[in-house]
């Protein structure tokens, strides 16, 4: 027997497009190979003196949560 199946025109690909893979949830292996190539930013990081150390510690000595008690 012989089956038709309609083609899809350019435009209906565009559509169909943003889902390509049969599960959304989960990735695709070209998607996990994208991800896996991206280098992840670094995190801008503070650096203390060590006079800035010392008085960090001694106010977490006095309590957890010094920005409430300030």
Not at 1 to 21: I, K, Q
Not at 38 to 55: A, D, G, M, N, V
Request: proline letters at 9%; a positive charge; hydrophobic letters at 30%.
């Amino acid at each position: 027997p012989y089956f038709h199946y309609p083609t899809l025109h350019a435009s209906h690909h565009e559509l169909l497009g943003a889902y390509h893979h049969p599960f959304p949830g989960l990735l695709s292996p070209v998607d996990l190979a994208r991800a896996g190539s991206q280098k992840r930013k670094r995190r801008h990081r503070t650096i203390f003196t060590e006079e800035q150390l010392e008085r960090l510690e001694d106010t977490f000595q006095k309590t957890h949560y010094p920005d409430v008690m300030m």
